[in-house]
């Protein structure tokens, strides 16, 4: 009896053993495969892309002969057989290949050959485009004897890009994915993703002013609203906004250090005044810091991000003298606060000189225009425009769509992230539980979000 107990029982541990381990293996094997899949969003891209790549590895031999890039080796011809001494085929040379994937692409990294150079890949193109089912491939010589071909799943101008800042909840609302003040000023950025797929990015600490150009619908808002976000989550910064509108400001209107809704320039020159005021007493600190420009920063000398909404509300307000007002304070903050801790970021439908001064203009190095309506404003905001080969003055660019430099980069287009102003709010609210707001909505609290979400309703409808 003893005995079949035991049988009994070591059958038993047998069972466990095996069905955990058989279990355990699967779920290594091919559980991280069902979480690429199915949380979505980029990870679907990636894992087609991964799949992409090993199938392009599987044929390349018998797709290098076909387009002509395995070349036959001379060297060997007329070789004859060992045994027979008939002669047998010629060998040919095969460039090695490498595959790496993203989210956009796959990368196929190619060892050249003597016959294979970039101009013979390049002739060869489209056949590899139409072979391995992709929209476009591009070529590149990133060195000597290496040759890159990047084969598009999907173009990155025509994907969504979610913000990394926020997560969708279930329920559908945003949820913060990075802890309020953890990020600092030598973060980069996201603004979004170039037409080659690769990130653009900026640090609040190494840049100087922006620009945000763009005609009505365009894309800006949403632009800025990743501005906001990270301006709002990153420590020793104090976001500073000015919105005649009372759009870009509603949801920051609790967190933001100072907030300006007024459509009268007086006032909005009046804290653009304090704020040149208190950093034009840092000063002192250059001869403390040894340095002629301050990029660290603390609690006693953060750096101050200043956003300015439709700035022609207050440039070419009816009132002649406090618009210059404004004008001059920001020529000078636009001019000299870049070295003391201070980031303008002025956001325009049109970037002409009768809205901005070309003195001001000069100095918003960092660029991000959108759709505009003619040629005139593409070159306000790129004064090469009419000599690049992309232009923003262009009816079919879709919303979020843009073209970017930043400093003296070369202009090229790139797809915003997309961060909607319902996710803003979200984000409000968590900085505000989190001990992070300063002071209360005006009106009824209910009311405004109320607003918000009809607002973003409608958003999402004219989106669909
Ligand atoms: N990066 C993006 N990705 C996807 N859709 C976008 C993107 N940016 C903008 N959109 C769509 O375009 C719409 C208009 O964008 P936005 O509100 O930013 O325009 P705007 O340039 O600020 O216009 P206005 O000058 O009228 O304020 C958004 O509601 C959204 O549906
Ligand atoms: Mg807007």
Redesign the pocket.
């Known amino acids: 009896m003893a005995l079949v107990n035991e049988i009994i029982g070591a059958f038993q541990l047998f069972a466990v053993v095996f069905l955990g381990g058989t279990a355990a293996y699967f779920m290594g094997r091919f559980g991280w495969w069902a979480i690429l899949y199915f949380r979505g969003g980029s990870y679907r891209h990636q894992a087609r892309a991964m799949r992409r790549a090993r199938q392009i590895r599987r044929g390349w031999k018998a797709l290098a002969r076909l387009v002509d890039l395995a070349p036959l080796d001379k060297s060997k011809v007329g070789h004859a057989g060992p045994t027979t001494g008939q002669k047998g085929p010629v060998p040919r040379l095969y460039p090695s290949i490498k595959t790496t994937a993203d989210e956009f692409s796959v990368k196929v990294q190619l060892k050249t050959v003597p016959g294979v150079s970039v101009t013979s890949v390049e002739r060869a193109a489209e056949d590899l485009a139409n072979a391995w089912q992709v929209q476009r491939v591009k070529v590149t010589s990133p060195k000597s004897g290496r040759i890159l071909i990047r084969a598009y799943l999907r173009e990155p101008l025509e994907a969504?890009?979610p913000s990394p800042l926020v997560a969708r909840t279930p329920e559908g609302r945003w949820k913060l994915t990075v802890k309020p003040g953890s990020l600092s000023v030598d973060d980069p950025i996201l603004w979004?993703i170039t037409e080659d797929g690769d990130p653009v990015t900026s640090t609040f600490a190494s840049s100087v002013h922006g620009l945000?150009a763009?005609?009505?619908?365009?894309?800006?808002?949403?632009?800025?609203?990743t501005l906001f976000t990270v301006a709002s989550l990153t420590r020793n910064v104090r976001l500073v906004i000015l919105d005649p509108?009372l759009?870009?400001v509603a949801p920051w209107w609790r967190t933001a250090y100072r907030v300006c809704d007024s459509t009268d320039p007086n006032d909005a020159a009046e804290i653009l005044e304090e704020i040149l005021e208190e950093l034009e007493g840092r000063k002192d600190l250059f001869w403390k810091l040894r340095t002629d420009r301050i990029t660290q920063f603390s609690d006693e000398v953060p750096l101050y991000v200043i956003p300015i909404?439709?700035a022609a509300a207050y440039t070419q307000s009816g009132d002649k003298k406090a618009s210059e007002r404004f004008t001059t304070v920001l020529k000078k903050l636009a001019a000299q606060s870049a070295k003391y801790g201070g980031r303008i970021w002025v956001?325009t439908?049109k970037p002409s000189s009768d809205v901005l001064s070309t003195v001001i203009r000069m100095n918003l190095t960092d660029r991000l225009c959108?759709r505009v309506d003619t040629i005139e404003d593409f070159v306000m905001a790129f004064s090469e425009g009419r000599n690049l080969s992309i232009t923003a003055a262009d009816r079919t660019m879709?919303?979020?769509?843009g073209i970017v430099s930043f400093g003296s980069a070369v202009p090229q287009r790139f797809?915003?992230?997309?961060?909607?102003?319902e996710a803003c709010w979200d984000i409000s609210d968590q900085l505000v539980d989190a001990g992070y707001g300063v002071r209360s909505l005006p009106g009824d609290e209910e009311q405004i979000r109320h607003l918000s979400l009809v607002h973003a309703e409608k958003?999402?409808e004219?989106?669909a």
Request: proline share 5%; aromatic share 6%; hydrophobic share 40%.
């Open positions: 969504h890009i979004g945000m763009g005609a009505t619908r365009s894309g800006k808002s949403i632009q800025a609203n509108n759009a870009a909404d439709e956001l439908q959108f879709p919303q979020g769509v797809r915003a992230v997309f961060l909607p102003t958003e999402g004219e989106a």
